[in-house]
């Protein structure tokens, strides 16, 4: 049996002083080169390996590499318009990184893609609940909202689809379908040693999640989506667990 080896996110090279100070800000979660990162895992035994990168692709999208490759582009392809009802502002990536140059970030707890559909689970998205719940420790969130996400483990517990929900496991990878906006987002969901008001203090143009905890602050890019950088406190807990019955495959 194959098992998903990699996850990727690609946005295309547009902007090489973005690139290079974005690349630099992600650093601080894994290990770079001049365009990409890649992450590290809480623990080296664990798939898949996720990582971001700057390529000379035409469009943003994401890879998938198990037993063949997948490709997912991350667009609006509906034809439709919707803009957000949240209220947030954008700011420049310069101006972010000054604000969070004195923040201690613990750890990148998961990174993903939001693609817009008016109604239920995106196309896409049921195409990988297919294909890769086989190769993956992947679950559906069990709740029913169509938020996905693929849990890191070894290639013992993907081929058993048995784990033991008492190790750190990071990052994850999520997959959302969404319906109230038709601009897709790829964000990354980080922890820092400050508590929710303090957070909100610091990027008050931030749209503040009070039921999670974290604040989704948007970075202006010139990719066609929104890039959201989601700051939480969540300590040393990870609360994976609380998808055990929504595993698949």
Known sequence: MKILQSVTICLPKKDQDFEVKFIHFLGKFGTTDQNSVSFTSSDESYYPKSSFKFEGCEKPRAIFKGSEKIEIEIINKTGKE????????????????????NLNFE???????????????????IKLRNLLSKESLYYRYPTGEN?????????????????DYKPIRRPKFEIVSLDYTSTPI????????ENFEQIREIF???????????????IENPYGLFISIVIGHRGKADWYRYLKKGLIG
């Not at 693929?150 to 689809?161: F, S």
């Not at 008050?204 to 604040?215: R, T």
Request: hydrophobic share 40%; with cysteine.
């Open 204 to 218: 008050p143009e931030g749209y503040p999640d009070k039921f999670l905890k974290n604040v989704w602050v948007y």
């Open 186 to 193: 790829i964000q990354f969901d980080m922890s820092v040693n």
């Open 82 to 101: 919707k803009k957000s009802p949240l209220a947030y502002t954008p700011i420049k990536l310069d101006d972010f990184l000054k604000r969070v140059k």
């Open 147 to 163: 938020w996905d996400f693929i849990i890191p483990g070894t290639q013992e517990e993907i081929k058993a689809k048995e784990l």
């Open 107 to 125: 750890f990148l707890d998961h990174i993903g893609f939001d693609l817009f559909w008016p109604c239920g689970a995106h196309p896409e998205q």
